[in-house]
């Protein structure tokens, strides 16, 4: 049988019955459009979340006080709650780590804000001039903390642009300089940062920074530190340099045995193969319960080709009397049914696409559609209509051309 031949039998017995075609292929279109959306939106929340890990710094190493009971467990309380690392551990390890380029430690806890006429609950953080390289976060007005303000516990307060807008309004302008009150005390704002976007209460951008001398003495009233951020100067060493500031931090605070000790470390490293697997786990999840809809589409394919060949069972008897073999029945009836579900894969890769669109502009969820998930797709489609047409076709190839042209 001619190419030619073939690709003109098969769109005229697809196109025969509009209809029916039509509802055939809609459980392709469906399950495939499904599965890409799926995909799309899990691998759109992925890179995300891997985009927010990454912009809170670079070959980080996060040291968060904390008591660890066995192996697996990072800390045994809430990060930050317990009391166990204090500024001398942050002046340690900038002292004695060499891989370490950057040291910041930090005393971290809400407070109400408030200005003239306004006022917020935000996040004060009280750190060192290192913060900014630690953390990525880069100035926008002024200037951030520096050696002087901690050395002489200067209320000074670098805000974010969210505390900005919700202090002074949006948009404001000529707000260095500018006082604030925390905690019924006041601080001369110096420098504005840059929006890095967020959300909740780890928005960097709902934030406002002091000295860390400062926080100490009138905010915190104590030595210790909610957190210390390390940055290694490069990503090759710092699963090295977090084994380095573990035997420091062990041997400093008098632990031999490292299951008893009371900080947590955590690298950005391990962070984000955490948040990977976590997000691809539930991405494979949503597209398998897409996929169910593809095993529907697929037997209804089964069932539109098995009517298609009684139907056209005069017509296969006479084809096989005047010479066609078993393979070319064999072959028109699985064109057909391939036909189908490519047909549905490509309606069905565009549906994905604009649903993925959809959910990005109106539900302001991060989507992805790769082009593996598209090739996935038409893999997928044609592999079903292999599969769910190879049963029709063979009985089609199997009928006796005589008890073929009898039937009425």
Known sequence: MLIADLV??????????KVRTALTILGIVIGIGSVIAMVAIGQGVQNSIQASIQSIGSNLIIVTPGAQRGAGVQVSAGRGSAQSLIEDDATA??????????????ISKRYQVTSKGLNTNTQITGTTPDYPAVRNVEIDEGTFI?????IGLNKVAVLGPTTRDDLFGVGATEVIGQTIRINKMEFKIIGITKAKGGSGFSNP???????????????????????????????????????????LLLQRHKISDPQLADFSTLNQADIVATASTVTGTFTILLAAIAAISLLVGGIGIMNMMLTTVTER???????????????????????????????????????????SFAVSVFANIPTSVSLSSVLLAFGVSAGIGIVFGYYPARRAAGLNPIEALRYE
Request: no cysteine.
């Open 313 to 355: 069972t005069r017509e296969i008897g006479l084809r096989k009397a005047i010479g066609a073999k078993k393979n070319d029945i064999s072959i028109q009836f699985l064109a057909e049914s391939i036909m189908l579900t490519f047909l549905g894969g490509m309606i069905g890769v565009f549906l994905g696409w604009l649903i």
């Open 93 to 106: 390890i900038k002292k004695d780590i060499t891989d370490a380029s950057a040291v910041a430690p930090e």
């Open 146 to 150: 520096t050696d002087q303000n901690v």
């Open 8 to 17: 003109h039998e098969t769109y005229a017995a697809v196109t025969v019955n």
């Open 205 to 247: 951008d709902d934030a406002i920074y002091i000295p860390i001398s400062t926080a100490s003495r009138f905010l915190a009233g104590n030595n210790y530190v909610t957190t210390i951020s390390v940055q290694s100067k490069e990503s090759a060493t710092l699963a090295d340099v977090q084994q380095q500031i573990t035997d």
